[in-house]
């Protein structure tokens, strides 16, 4: 026994340098293993083997337990994403009949549109110190109640002037909750469902666009100076759920580690993880993580400074994080989403009521593929599913631009129903793509990708790419309709989205079922990076696969 016990210990001899994580995860796992050595030595080998067994199925339902309770808190965190979605949705119809109520030019009309996006980088700017200094679901919190004045103004505008201010405190709103959320998610995550978890509030964001949608078709009927009111007054409702859960879900361990409330972060990783010996074992990870135990040269600049003035590591993390923030905008969604009327109508379609029936199709093929991505995302992996969404959109942006060319200058060709249709099918497969891969997984890296130290102000530096960008393409859209015609710039969103699949090819690196700390290392190693992957399994080939417990994120 004692000879085995020295065996299982040796490997950690020879590893030079020997980090400390890596020496606690192997100091645990040879605890595990000289555990079982010992009670097959010293109860008889079918005893020990049925105690094992009872030990593994309680780990399992502990585990079961632990991803139902992770589940919980994520989609809970999640309901932020319903604000903006529905924002996204409703104001697509909105803008029909604020036009005819308070008679707003198109140059205010794209301002309108437009602004939420760029405000809310404010949100998600102050957000990521907000969230580092009062904690993360209180600026869920504080996010929720901001967009609910925004919305309340908005509601009872009698002008412009004020349409504009409730529009802009309800930017603020949305950007403090789309950037802590996505960051909450990920830190409460196991590393097993990580990429499903964090991908719940682009479900949310989908969920939401389509009862934007849904509003705009049901009120439509109502007089004008009434109807995009109540579509506003009714996006008011998800931020009180939002203030209901905050009283359920718990702190982010890792935020709690920060502040070195050690014993509070035990407690919420003890829901989470499948043993006590599993929750020490990421508590040391956490803490080393945290430059808690020993600080890092780097860990002791400043987080902006590091940001601003990045190492090859952190800039390969920019690069990546903020870059899919800025090609999921640039790539036109937005636009289509915003202005799907417009389009819609530029393809032939005249009436109202068919305009907004037709997005309520979009909106609705939007939040299924959502619901595939769901599926996929942890089993398949990050970066095929950015390929096929990618390839596909330029597919689809490509053919949109065929469809209304061919609409506005070869009617004899084909009928104006076939193009109608035509430009129908290319809208909904391009939101389809979008949401299967470039939509969710954009939320998954971004919060991801980034370590603990630099991860909430890393998360709002890729807000300001995605949102600016976002509110330029929404700010400019019916202006450069205008010039290149609206099948033009969907031409340019097509060669926009070329790019974008050599973007996933070169930056892109597969996060699939790695830790949070495990990602870190991948991005410290230039070599593997270079190769598109890193085998972070390396240092557990020295312990025995047999008694691994499921890492958390």
Known sequence: MKRGKQALEEPCVHLEPCSRMESVKMRAATKREYMRMELVGEEGEEVAEAEWLHRAEAQSQQRRRGQRYAFCCALFASLNGILLGYDVGVMSGCIIYMQKDLHITEFQQEILVGCLSVVSLLGSLSGGRTSDAIGRKWTMGLGAIVFQLGAVIMTFAPSFTVLMIGRLLAGVGIGFGAM?????????????????????????????????????????????????????????LPSVFIGFALFVIPESPRWLMMEKRVSEARAVLLQIS????????????????????????????????????PSPAVRRMLYAGCGIQLFQQITGIDATVYYSPTIFRDAGIKSDQELLAATVAVGFTKTVFILVAIFLIDKVGRKPLLYVSTIGMTACLFLLGVALTLQKHAMGLMSPRVGIDLAIFAVCGNVAFFSIGMGPICWVLSSEVFPLRLRAQGSALGQVGGRVSSGLVSMSFLSMARAISVAGMFFVFAAISTISVLFVYFCVPETKGKTLEQIEMMFESGDEWRGGEIELEDTQHLIPSNNKSAPLG
């Open 180 to 236: 802590v959320s996505g960051v909450y998610i990920a830190e409460i995550s196991p590393a097993g469902s990580r990429g499903t978890l964090t991908s719940l509030p682009e479900i949310c964001i989908n969920l939401g666009i389509l009862l934007g949608y849904v509003s705009n078709y049901a009120f439509s009927g109502l007089s004008e100076h009434i109807n995009w009111r109540i579509m506003l007054g009714v996006g008011i």
């Open 274 to 309: 499948e043993s006590e010996a599993e929750v020490e074992e990421r508590l040391a990870e956490i803490e080393e993580a945290a430059g808690l135990m020993k600080s890092m040269k780097s860990e002791e600049k400043e987080v902006w400074r590091e940001l601003l003035n």
